[in-house]
């Protein structure tokens, strides 16, 4: 069954720590992933985006690592910031033309000051 | 250059009723998407679109759910006399094309739906 499981499902971090959230996926076939970050009452907005042969990726204080080899990826952030409360959510595409992505449930991120 | 509007941003609906949903993609972006968020779970994918045609309907419940891309207008999600087990947030996504290199989707604010 294609599905996408992130932990841990809740975190709260004090401002400026960093921390690092997971996805393991078994979808199948793979075309790529993808983290996305979601504030409340919004729709989510892309941070990375990796296919098969990327293993890191960052975009500002977001690092995204991918391991096609054992289907998990993390999301490292750095430098905390009370802004990067939110949900995290782990996307997967499997190849084909019909661009469907399957998410995770979401990581809820609380940074506190 | 405004992104993916949909609206409105919230609708209440007793059982029964009709629901209509409506999603305006980035200018120049032909692919629409629609997805379900229900409360505390995951985007659900329901269906794909593409100007005036269905490609990908397959999340679509088989009942009571209609959705469409007309040539001209916003993609319209419909759902027929509602229940409370659809209270949702409904997302729009859109994208350019669709291939390997051309694959971001673009997420709206979403919708909203409250069943009473």
Redesign the interface.
Known sequence: KNQ?EQSPQSLIILEGKNCTLQCNYTVSPF??LRW?KQDT??????LT?MTFSENTKSNGRYTATLDADTKQSSLHITASQLSDSASY?CVV?RTG??????????TTLQVKP | NAGVMQNPRHLVRRRGQEARLRCSPVKGHSHVYWYRQLPEEGLKFMVYLQKENIIDESGMPKERFSAEFPKEGPSILRIQQVVRGDSAAYFCASSLTEGPSSYEQYFGPGTRLTVT
């Open positions: 996408v075309s790529n996305y009452g919004r729709g989510p907005v892309s985006i959510i595409r033309n019909t661009g469907k992505l399957i998410f995770g449930q979401g």
